[in-house]
DNA sequence: GTCTATAGATGGATAGAC
DNA sequence: GTCTATCCATCTATAGAC
């Protein structure tokens, strides 16, 4: 259904297989590197493993990503991508509501409510989001630098929420959207096992409208503070 | 100083080197391995690269530790018993104090005060922080598995937040613990550099007891809403 | 574009001399 | 306990047939 146009197949005598969209390795190298990577990390996953597990040939990865680096940054580049819009459009959606002067709430819900939507096992982004969080302790040079220099994304955050609390002094305001990250950074598969273990299975993480209203709950407390 | 008893040098005819104290070798491999693994990586550390950072030959690891991944662990357990140690210590005064109901900020301020202190570069505990961060997302199996069942000395804080907090359902309890947890975990070298980036140099993180402020005040908010 | 075969580098671990 | 030399597994990347 989504491998191309499938209106050639009937045409070419030579069957089915030979005439696979020429993206179909592709898609189905960078599908199985980003599931196994977000599964067991980016060092522990080899080119060997990745082309196992896509069912294609050793020399698939370079031949359409380059080297393993490079699909790994591909990936990365695509979903940051993919996250960075959904954000921005619902910040952008709070300012029209808001009339050009959202509330911390939104905006935290802005920041909050996309990554943690992605974190529902029927959805097709659980695994995007693994591999994103993953990427911030494990990348390579290249996706760190990515993070380090590219804060366009977090610098409209930042100057929402600075003009939300204009009263508060602006490293109050820098500090706390670090410690709200860091919540949402924390939302790894390993992460909710332990927190699960420890209350005994009070805590069910299915039930994502709920989290992110307990998330934005408590960020928004400790922004008003 | 603190290679053994030094007594023994000025009898000894072969010299300084021979009379090394016999666990001299294995605190330089423990030492070197804790740095390179805090900054580099578990998986990006070679034991070659351990070995020559600490100026030992490459047998070392394997005859102090049997392996690599043994290596790993002995760090992490050290590290995780005297900070959970430094946690429980001050849960426990905090307890004294209050009458043995302690206050959620006191509460707060034994789980979030030992690790933040441990940030300070002038002490010799930033690497050891930098190493048990880093021991959450790219853990050997081993630690992980320890991570995930050996909850006891969280128990002690969740129990604590229970009783200072019986009016809320224990499931917010735990997920607010939770994201406190997310705060602490998110004060890697990378997410300072990007913080500094973005505040353009207003966040500075010398001030660590001005850190620990900020974060009880935010966990506090979120916690007595 | 796909595949096999392999080059070339690096890794963990160990044997055996001292 | 320490060291050198080396085994052997595994990895990334590529050459070359089809």
Chains 1, 2 share one sequence.
Do not use: C
């Not at 990365?76 to 002067?101: C, D, P, Q, W, Y």
């Not at 790894?188 to 332990?194: H, L, M, Y």
């Amino acid at each position: 259904m989504t491998d191309g146009d499938p209106t050639d197949l009937g045409d070419d005598p030579e069957g089915v297989v030979e005439v696979q969209d020429e993206a179909a390795t592709r898609n189905l190298v960078f599908a199985a590197a980003e599931r196994l990577f977000a599964v067991h990390g980016f060092q522990k996953v080899s080119v060997r493993d990745i082309t196992a597990e896509a069912g294609v040939n050793l020399a698939s990865v370079n031949y359409h990503f380059g080297a393993k680096d490079s699909l790994l940054l591909e990936i990365f580049r695509k979903r940051t991508a993919e996250l960075n819009r959904a954000r921005v459009k619902m910040l952008h959606e709070a300012v029209e509501r808001h009339g050009g002067r959202p509330t911390v709430r939104a905006i935290l819900e802005a920041l909050i409510a996309p990554p943690v939507r992605w974190l529902d096992p029927a959805g097709p982004r659980l695994i995007s989001l693994q591999f994103l969080i993953r990427s911030r302790g494990e990348g390579t040079e290249q996706m760190r630098e990515a993070l380090r220099s590219d804060v366009s994304h977090l610098r409209r955050f930042a100057d929402a929420l600075l003009a939300a609390r204009p009263d508060l002094p602006p490293e109050d305001v820098y500090w706390r959207l670090h410690f709200v990250l860091g919540m949402l950074h924390n939302n790894r598969f390993a992460e909710f096992d332990r927190l699960h273990t420890l209350s005994e299975g009070l805590t069910r993480e299915a039930d994502f409208e709920g989290l992110i209203r307990r998330m934005v709950d408590f960020a928004e407390a400790g922004f008003l503070a």
